[in-house]
T-cell receptor
Framework: NAGVTQTPKFRVLKTGQSMTLLCAQD?????MYWYRQDPGMGLRLIHY???????AKGEVPDGYNVSRLKKQNFLLGLESAAPSQTSVYFC????????????FGPGTRLTVT | GNSVTQMEGPVTLSEEAFLTINCTYT??????LFWYVQYPGEGLQLLLK?????DKGSNKGFEATYRKETTSFHLEKGSVQVSDSAVYFC?????????????FGTGTKLQVIP
């Protein structure tokens, strides 16, 4: 099993450009999540999904969109990148139910100039 | 709503010292509690968990006991190594209030010096 993978690992964008981050998991998990991690601020939830075809907003959804067309994939889109979106982005997945832990991807480091 | 409070870091210890990282929580229902570890340049990975009161989670010499009466889940290790240098996150999920989401603490950075 590859677990949770993220593509790309690094990216530099200019302000106003768009991009899509891809998260894939091969564990058949129902729930998937996108977080951003900034220095001194821990993890902040952007969007999450509790199943194929469903998405929901987290704490900091503005400027991002997501889609979950297939159970194993969760895409995070930036339509018009801003310097404030410079961050490290993590995807995670888990089995439905309160007792189950999250599995995290290795992260995508995004810089917006 | 749910919340997790961790002690502020960074924590700097000498090798073989005793480690405690405090974690307290507020949650409705019956939460499950987790400690995650993040090594430099990597994603978070589960260190240990406890899913009901008085359970003790343990892994790699780390331990934490779910204390419902004090709403705490403190992380301990008897003798730290340089390789334990990382950021540690306390987290919870609850079966009420939307267990789909995971509530994280802000993380505590541990630096172990030889």
């Amino acid at each position: 099993n590859a677990g949770v993978t993220q593509t790309p690992k690094f990216r530099v964008l200019k302000t106003g450009q768009s991009m899509t981050l891809l998260c894939a998991q091969d564990m058949n998990h129902e729930y998937m999540y996108w977080y951003r991690q900034d220095p001194g601020m821990g993890l902040r939830l952007i969007h999450y999904s509790v199943g194929e075809g469903t998405t929901a907003k987290g704490e900091v959804p503005d400027g991002y969109n997501v889609s979950r067309l297939k159970k194993q994939n969760f895409l995070l889109g930036l339509e018009s990148a801003a310097p404030s979106q410079t961050s490290v982005y993590f995807c995670a997945s888990r089995i439905a139910g309160a007792v189950y832990e999250q599995y995290f991807g290795p992260g995508t480091r995004l810089t917006v100039t | 709503g749910n919340s997790v409070t961790q002690m502020e870091g960074p924590v700097t210890l000498s090798e073989e010292a005793f480690l405690t990282i405090n974690c307290t929580y507020t949650a409705t229902g019956y939460p499950s509690l987790f400690w995650y570890v993040q090594y430099p340049g990597e994603g978070l990975q589960l260190l240990l968990k406890a899913t009901k009161a008085d359970d003790k989670g343990s892994n790699k010499g780390f331990e934490a006991t779910y204390r419902k009466e004090t709403t705490s889940f403190h992380l301990e290790k008897g003798s730290v190594q340089v390789s334990d240098s990382a950021v540690y996150f306390c987290a919870l999920t609850s079966d009420s209030g939307g267990y789909q989401k995971v509530t994280f603490g802000t993380g505590t950075k541990l630096q172990v010096i030889p």
